[in-house]
Every structure is written in structure tokens, then in C-alpha cells.
């Protein structure tokens, strides 16, 4: 029976509350006292103030205590959190969170449409964290709330008596009216201009490349030790998917789960991998192999087999992203060897890797 997605809906508390609630990492929840953080001290300015990092969150996590220090690459998983949980849950009335930046592990925020959300988040956090609360903050927190024109009136009652009188007070709320309409209507048009400029960025952002691989030891780079970037890269563009996907393997023990539990969120997902099958796999994990084939054909993914010429390894998710790379989607390839490969979202790159695929799809079911 197919599961029936959630109707969309805005975010709640309660929804940032479940942050960390599945994998035990309670530093997680946070992350969105972080994102207001940088908010508020930065002016709150839009298009500069609402973008965020990967990197900084983790070492403000690091640096406050809450987290020892991350892994090389481990990073991922802070900001993505967010993003999968709106995903899964359908919160895109309107939405908190979108990537802009896969290498550079940006994102954009929705404020200030979010802000009274996340205020109210951290109070709440800080009622049930104090401790942690509390170590994020060693050297005073920021002006949380904004001047507001009622705070105004107030100053001016305490340093004019004059203002008591309830003819004066009246006058000066008349003024004031317009004044206060006309900044809630500048505010809506800021947002809109604000939502229509991040279409228009992402329509304009450039093709990205990269290099991944897999190296045993790698300690004289930034990196200072083994290297799983293209494990890592698999993971997260499985984790983008939403419509189709596409891979090629000569055979394969690693990420059946994953794409089983998207099948099961996600019914309508159609996904196809090609091998040699579980016959064709070699080594220790031969078992594991089989047992994995097996699981994915209940699942309802499609596993066509070619025995014989199948020496393609390849990942296409959508239309939108390909990883071409020498590693098997199994343990041995991706951790005990080194391989290599590029990732790229280049339009041309990702619609000509397709076209190969249907190409050997065609060939091998017509055989």
C-alpha cells in the first residue's frame, strides 16, 4: 500500500524540537538558536544575514562544548538535518530552509518571514537546555528582539510626563499609524522582492565540478588522513533526490538501505541500478550482495542485469547531478581502495550521462 505524503504545512516548535531526536545528537537543537544568532548580529539584513554555513555552525558547536571536534567531512549532516526533515515531513508552506551552495555547504533561511518562529525556539530551548543554553552564550547573549515603536512611546511617557494626558497619547497614536502601516507594508514587499531575488540566483548560478575520491591515507593534505569523498558524495546526492535515479555498477553492497527507505517514503520514486547481479559480485561481501539484491527487488526498484560488458560506474539523480566514478557501489571500493571520479550538476554533463543510460538499458532488456 502506498504511503500517503503529508499534506504541506508550515514549521512548528515542536518540529525543531525533533532535531537529534533519531540519531541521539541532542547538539543539534542548537543549531536553530545558531542561525538566529547570526540573524540578529549581523543588522538582520536580508540576502546577507540569512545565509549560512556549514563550517562556522560547526566549529561555534565545536567551540562551545556541546560536540567534540567533527571529522574531516563530517560536517554534512548539520545543516542537511533541516533540510531532509522539511522534506520528509512536507513543511513548505512556506519552506525554512534551501540549499544554495553543494560545495560550499551554503544555505539560505527564510527570515525574516521565520524569525517570531525561531525566537520562541529558543526560549523554549532554553527552558529545557539551560546547561547547554548557557555555553553557547559565555560572553553575554545578543539584543534579541528589535526596537519596536511601542518600546519608543514608552521611553518618551518616562521622560515626558506631558504625554500621560490622554488627548496627547491619542494624537500622537494617530501619527504614529500611518507610519507603523506603512512599515508593515515595506516589510511584505522586502519579502516578496527577497523570495523572487533567490529564484532568480538560482536560475543563474554557475555549473559546479568536483574532484572525489577515495584515498587510504591522504595526511599530507588539508584533509589529514583517509579520504571517503565519494561515499560521502553518493550519500548526499541520495538524500536530494526526488524524482528518478540512475545508477550503474558492476556490483554492489552498500547504500541498499538508503534507497529501500526512499522507495518507502516516496513511492512514485522510480529507481533503477544496473549490474552484473549478486552472482557477479566478488570477495567477502558476496552474501551481503545477494541479501542486498534481494531487499531492493522487494522493495519495488528496478535491478536489470548485464553479466557480461557492464564496466560503467555512475549515479544520476533527477536531471540535475551525475557522479562518473572507477569505485563499485560496495565496502571494498569505497573504503579499502583508492578511487576516483568527478561529480558535476553541468546541464549537458547530466543530460548526455542519461542519454547512456537509457542507451544501455535499451540494448540489454532487448537482449
Do not use: C
Not at 246 to 271: C, H, N, V, W, Y
Not at 304 to 317: F, G, T, Y
Amino acid at each position: 500500500m502506498a504511503t500517503q505524503q503529508k499534506p504541506p504545512r508550515a514549521w512548528e516548535v515542536d518540529d525543531l524540537l525533533d532535531l537529534g531526536k533519531r540519531g541521539g545528537g541532542t547538539y543539534l537543537k542548537a543549531v536553530p538558536v545558531l542561525i538566529l544568532e547570526k540573524w540578529v548580529r549581523e543588522g538582520r539584513e536580508v540576502d546577507a544575514a540569512n545565509y549560512v554555513r556549514t563550517r562556522p555552525l560547526a566549529r561555534r558547536l565545536e567551540s562551545s562544548g556541546l560536540v567534540p571536534p567533527f571529522k574531516p567531512k563530517g560536517t554534512t549532516h548539520i545543516l542537511t538535518t533541516l533540510a531532509k526533515m522539511q522534506k520528509n515531513h512536507n513543511l513548505n508552506r512556506p519552506p525554512l530552509i534551501q540549499w544554495r551552495g553543494r560545495r560550499t555547504g551554503m544555505f539560505w533561511i527564510n527570515l525574516p518571514h521565520y524569525e517570531p518562529l525561531l525566537q520562541e525556539y529558543r526560549k523554549k530551548y532554553r527552558e529545557l537546555y539551560p546547561k547547554d543554553y548557557a555555553k553557547l552564550f559565555p560572553e553575554g547573549e545578543p539584543e534579541w528582539e528589535p526596537p519596536t515603536l511601542p518600546e519608543v512611546r514608552a521611553e518618551l511617557s518616562e521622560t515626558e510626563p506631558i504625554l500621560a494626558e490622554p488627548e496627547v497619547q491619542d494624537e500622537i497614536k494617530s501619527l504614529l499609524a500611518p507610519v507603523e502601516q506603512a512599515l508593515r507594508d515595506r516589510q511584505q514587499a522586502v519579502e516578496r522582492l527577497t523570495e523572487e531575488n533567490q529564484k532568480l540566483r538560482a536560475g543563474l548560478e554557475a555549473p559546479e565540478v568536483s574532484f572525489v575520491h577515495t584515498s587510504l591515507d591522504f595526511h599530507s593534505s588539508a584533509y589529514g588522513g583517509k579520504v571517503t569523498s565519494i561515499k560521502d558524495t553518493i550519500g548526499n546526492m541520495l538524500e536530494r533526490a526526488e524524482h528518478v535515479i540512475r545508477i550503474s555498477t558492476r556490483q554492489m553492497d552498500m547504500f541498499a538501505d538508503e534507497l529501500i527507505g526512499l522507495k518507502r517514503r516516496s513511492p512514485d520514486i522510480e529507481i533503477t541500478v544496473l549490474s552484473r547481479g549478486p552472482q557477479g559480485a566478488e570477495g567477502d561481501r558476496k552474501k551481503l550482495a545477494g541479501g542486498a539484491f534481494e531487499r531492493m527487488k522487494q522493495a519495488g526498484i528496478k535491478l536489470p542485469v548485464e553479466k557480461d560488458v557492464l564496466h560503467s560506474r555512475l549515479v544520476v539523480i533527477d536531471a540535475k547531478e551525475v557522479l562518473v566514478s572507477s569505485a563499485d557501489l560496495d565496502y571494498t571500493q569505497m573504503d579499502l581502495e583508492f578511487n576516483a571520479g568527478i561529480w558535476t550538476n553541468n546541464p549537458d554533463a547530466v543530460a548526455e550521462a542519461i542519454r547512456y543510460f537509457d542507451n544501455l538499458l535499451k540494448l540489454f532488456q532487448g537482449n
